[in-house]
């Protein structure tokens, strides 16, 4: 294991992280799970941050590779390393940043998995029906229905304020990674099922005052200890609605259904810089991988409507 002087370099690496980036949690524990590995793998060789060269982090790379991790996740490691060195030389730990020039493995550029918009709706009425009471199918309508008008991520779903729905909202407040703050429109299905849900969580929070229990403030209560739904929880009723819905749960997430928002929309028109808003994504490259859903309309339409095509 590796020793002190590693975790004081790592703690103290992550703490900077949440206070000057709000790091999400995922993404602190993320990087902390790297940086141990790194810690770790130094230390079984007599080495330590303060001591490793570049040399020292191409093997621990090499190493990576050898176990057969994914591209995508030596290259988070490698940036993780990076970004420990960059803070280190700003503390005066280091004199250099040994990762720097280091090039990593990069990520595969596959297109994101996504369903048609009959799946989509076979998913929503297996959503109606799944609950073991009607309070479960109001719940899960309305997390379903939110999903796909919104394209939240997961941690903004189950995470969401009971607050940011009050008074039948067109549009909603959403936080997101990094804290980042953007509004996001519903749709008037998902405005219906919100009504819904909020008129039965309202009775029932209610009768829990009265019996002396303390109000929620989540849309979504769950008994976990953030005090709402939990993202493995949602992930696990995600996949029992997708075989209610006769479709493989192998290939329904929650992530996939912000693609399927995505893509959806793009194929029926929406502007690709609307869509990077609505996912709350920094940078419109990454919603550029959405648009292979447009290169078959594409082909049809210069087949059918240019003129030459109609000539021939």
């Not at 292979?292 to 059918?304: E, G, M, Q, Y």
Request: hydrophobic content about 40%.
């Amino acid at each position: 294991m590796p020793g002190a002087e590693a975790s004081r370099w790592i703690s103290t690496f992550l703490d900077a992280r949440a206070a000057d980036l709000g790091a999400a949690r995922n993404t602190q524990l993320a990087y902390g799970r790297d940086l141990m590995d790194f810690a770790d793998w130094l230390d079984r060789r007599g080495l330590s941050f303060a001591g490793a060269d570049r040399a020292a982090v191409e093997d621990y790379l090499v190493h990576c590779d050898a176990q057969g991790l994914s591209r995508a996740t030596r290259a988070r490691r490698l940036s993780s390393i990076r970004q420990l060195y960059r803070f280190a030389v700003e503390e005066g730990w280091r004199g250099d940043n040994p990762a720097l020039r280091l090039t990593g493995p990069g990520k595969a550029k596959s297109l994101p998995k996504t369903l048609t918009e009959a799946e989509v709706a076979r998913l929503m009425d297996a959503a109606r029906t799944r609950g073991r009471n009607p309070v479960d199918r109001l719940r899960d309508t309305a997390l379903f229905e939110l999903l796909y008008a919104t394209g939240l991520r997961v941690t903004e779903l189950v995470g969401l304020p009971v607050a940011a729905v009050r008074g039948d909202p067109r549009m909603i407040l959403v936080k997101g990674k990094g804290g980042k703050e953007r509004m996001v429109p519903l749709s008037a299905p998902a405005r219906a099922a919100l009504a819904e849900w909020l008129a039965h969580r309202d009775a029932e929070e209610e009768a829990g005052r009265k019996a002396g229990r303390a109000p929620s403030r989540h849309l979504f209560p769950g008994e976990g200890r953030e005090g709402h739904l939990t993202r493995q929880y949602f992930h696990s009723l995600v996949k029992d609605v997708a075989v209610l819905a006769g479709i493989s749960p192998a290939r329904v997430t929650p992530h996939v259904l912000r693609h399927a928002f995505a893509t959806h929309l793009l194929a029926n028109g929406a502007d690709l810089r609307v869509i990077q808003t609505l996912l709350g994504h920094a940078d419109v490259a990454t919603t550029e991988i959405y648009t292979h859903v447009l290169d078959d309309h594409l082909k049809d339409l210069v087949l059918t409507r240019h003129p030459l095509a109609r000539k021939g």
